[in-house]
């Protein structure tokens, strides 16, 4: 049993959360290719591939994590990251491989069932019961929990109100917009009273408009007490709503802060990102000579350098490229943001 | 804790969430899916049950009339004709919707979150398959005996067998459904209609009695691995017990240990399915 600060365990602990999928039995033998594997249930969709060992895709390796009770907590990664296997553990509809997760200090593979009155989940995809009106969609979620009928009809009139639903209360779910969907998703969620809100992606398919409905959304549930746990690929959305933002990539966490800590750890200010007409590991050496420049890759033919004086070396690397016998085809500029941190931490971009 | 950026735990929101027992959840799943089945009862009927009929009023009704067939027929029919809508309005009544939430949906996720252990889950969509299939095969009854009329040695003064036989029945076609639903994908639902349904229907003892098969015994012993030809034999024991049937003790022993294998066979599957 463990019993880690039983005063106020923390929302969320992971400990070297483990998880690998099964190869599918043709892919065994070829493992080297890209794992286009669909996998059931709650698994990724991996777009960049994954860790592929002969014991199966590796989508989580060794995941620490603590959540503090109260936290607005991200996780920010690209596709195939681990992200949502690591919310499918934690929501205990993913088996880990090792390790433990506990949330709010129960176990979530032996507690699954005392877990799961403790989270309220928004899945990357609504799935509403589409036989049920929006109004039974909530009523019937909070009968599975044991709310009594009478405290269910009260809140259930009330969230629909806060969410703009209530005069869609007898339609069918199918008759929703799709961020009218998403937000009788949340309200379905919060029918329980959860601890802890799980948001896979919330924002994925939605307008900008009614991206920031859901952000507004988000922070009154916040400013409420409750701990939110969300996924996003979106840097914009870990930046302006979470407390802390783990950055993870292929299975491993590569970064754990706030937002501002985060963006201090970005190398060197701007990222000056320049795109050539071949291979730049030949330019990428007269630009690491360049006074200003901090750092600098190459990756095929994009040369990145770093700079706290973008303006001013601008012009020193076009003529690097150039003395390196390389044209330069395009160039882009980007502030020091979660996303030049990825950048810098894995080489690739995060959307 | 030294890790970057952790902060202070703040006190828990509120007193920890109260628990429910596994027997009101059960209930609140049931109730889910007898407000949709009310809605859809009409619906679903006309679906269970209108192929039967038809078979019925053709070779009960107008077959006999043209004295192609034995008027003596219809209490070989009438049981078969039972055991059919009850067999595939329960596997019916599990797999289709097991299909379509494993597959694109995912609608049953929040049933799976459900504070309640999944088997559960698991087993309240093989009840609802149970008592969908007790409904069509109950419904069936009295309008196939209307349009065949006056049927020799039907009795019904077997209630208690009948409703044992329809009972288990159900449960095997509802762990089937458990079973083919977990198992096939949404593209290959027409395939297992024609390649496992049709054939266990026409095999499956409905239109005749199983003893009258001695004439082929290779098709005859062949056929006992089909659990329709239990149902159809113990409906006959049950309704019409002076007609040639199989013995009741081996229609629920075979439906029992049926019922057991799909159980846990549909189970395995559900839980690889469900849970990552």
Partial sequence: MVTQDAVHPPAIRTQG????????????????????????????????APAITPDGIVALDRLDLEVA?????????????????TLGILTTRVRPTAGQAWVGGTDVVRQDVAVRHLIGVVPQRPNPDRSLSVLQNLIFHAAYFGVPKATAKARASELLETF??????????????????????????????PEVMFLDEPTGG???????????????????????????????????????????????????????????????????????DGDASAAAEGAGAIAGVVRVEAQGPVLRAWSPRAGEVVAGLI???????????????AQPSLETLFISLTGRKLE | MSAPGTREHRPPRRAPARRVSAAAVFGALLLRDATVARRELPAFLVRVTFQP????????YLMPLMSLMDRSYTATLLPGIMGVTLAFSSLQGVALPMVADLGYTREIEDRLLAPIPTWLVALQKVVAGVIQGTIAAFFVLPVARLIMGPIPNLTMSHGGEVLAV????????????????TVVSG????LMFSMIVAPMIMFGCAYYPWKMMFHVPVIQYAVLINPLVYVSEGMRAALTPDMLHMSLSTVIAALTVMTGLFWWLGLRTFLRRSVG
């Fill in chain 2, 187 to 190: 593209q290959q639902i027409g």
């Fill in chain 1, 164 to 193: 703009e639903l209530a005069d869609r209360a007898d339609s069918q779910v199918e008759k929703l917009s799709g961020g009218q969907q998403q937000r009788m998703m949340i309200a379905r969620a919060l029918m329980h009273d």
């Fill in chain 1, 319 to 333: 003529r690097a490229a150039e003395q390196a016998g390389r044209q330069v085809r395009d160039i882009h500029l």
């Fill in chain 2, 53 to 60: 009929l038809m078979f019925v009023t053709v070779f009960g």
């Fill in chain 1, 69 to 85: 009770a109260g936290e607005f907590f991200g996780l920010l990664g690209p596709n195939g990251a681990g992200k949502t296997t």
């Fill in chain 1, 206 to 276: 939605l307008d900008p408009q009614a991206r920031l409905a859901l952000w507004e959304i988000l922070r009154d549930l916040h400013a409420q007490g409750r701990t939110i746990v969300l996924t996003t690929h979106y840097m914009e959305e870990a930046d302006r709503l979470c407390e802390r933002v783990a950055i993870i990539d292929r299975g491993r966490l590569l970064a754990l802060d706030t937002p501002a800590a985060l963006k201090a750890q970005a190398p060197g200010g701007t990222l000056i990102e320049l795109t050539l």
């Fill in chain 1, 17 to 48: 959360l483990r998880k690998v999928y099964p190869l599918p039995r043709a892919r065994r033998a070829a493992a080297a290719s890209l794992p286009g594997a669909q996998i059931d249930g709650a698994a990724p969709e991996p777009a960049v």
């Fill in chain 2, 166 to 181: 329809t009972l288990l029945g159900a449960a095997t076609f509802s762990t089937l459904g458990l079973l083919l639903g």
